[in-house]
């Protein structure tokens, strides 16, 4: 959901206001490897890279000399979180874009891995938007959530249960699971992916699916362009094209 609402930049600005009083920074070479990532994965390996773990030691990050255990760090980082999302604010293309699709009949589903809490918070605070989803949404919290991103089960999920099309198209998705993992049924092709987490579009592409990547220019400053996404929208959602993937042309 970072793609619709700008919580990437609330989660950067939070994060290191948490950080700020040990002297640390989230820099766009940690965020990157963060974000999509489950919130305990991505905790983990952010301590990780601000407090090292030491040589010989079976730790995420140096449990001796780091302030924070993973609980700790995020209920200092959700509580400040939960406020800055009551005004979190939309995307430039994001309306325009999924009221498109829903005018046209185009099944849309989110798919977040943030947890259902926040999502609500989130999606509460721009009902602009999300009113288009009509509830369809797979969040980090699902019980039915086997793997977070890298691995392509949210997305599986989200295709074979968020979409409500129903059990043939169901049945032309693979399962989640590693054990499935390459097994591609068929139908995972017609279904395309906006992401702006390189962790995503690699899970995308795992899914067998087609991936927008709508990067933000800090991000392309790190990893480059090419990462093998189907299109890269460098000027974020305005440059989407949906004549590309066979949709109907924006009207405006």
């Not at 995307?91 to 809490?117: D, E, F, N, Y």
């Amino acid at each position: 959901d970072g793609l619709l609402i700008d919580s990437e930049t609330i989660y950067t600005d939070v994060v290191n206001e948490v950080l700020r009083p040990y002297g640390k920074e989230q820099t766009w070479e940690i965020k990157e490897r963060l974000m999509g990532r489950s919130e305990k994965e991505a905790t983990e390996i952010l301590l990780g890279a601000l407090w090292p773990p030491r040589a010989g030691h079976d730790e995420k990050y140096d449990i001796a000399a780091c302030p924070f255990e993973v609980p700790t760090f995020l209920k200092d980082r959700n509580d400040l979180l939960l406020k800055a999302f009551e005004t979190v604010k939309p995307m430039p293309g994001a309306q325009r874009l999924v009221a498109h699709l829903a005018k046209h009949k185009i099944p849309i589903c989110v798919a977040t891995g943030s947890k259902k809490p926040n999502y609500e918070i989130k999606s509460g605070a721009n009902p602009e938007i999300y009113k288009h989803f009509e509830g369809r949404a797979i969040t980090g919290s699902d019980e039915r959530l086997k793997r977070a991103k890298p691995a392509p089960d949210i997305f599986l999920l989200a295709a074979r249960e968020g979409l409500g099309l129903g059990k043939a198209f169901a049945a032309s998705i693979r399962d989640q699971g590693e054990e499935n993992d390459g097994r591609l049924k068929g139908g995972e092709g017609s279904v395309l992916v906006f992401e702006d987490a390189t962790n995503g579009v690699e899970a995308a592409i795992a899914a067998g699916m087609q991936v927008a990547w709508v990067p933000d220019a800090n991000l392309l400053k790190v990893v480059g362009e090419d990462i093998g996404a189907t299109v890269t929208l460098k000027g974020g959602l305005e440059d989407f094209n949906p004549e590309l993937f066979g949709l109907p042309p924006f009207e405006d």
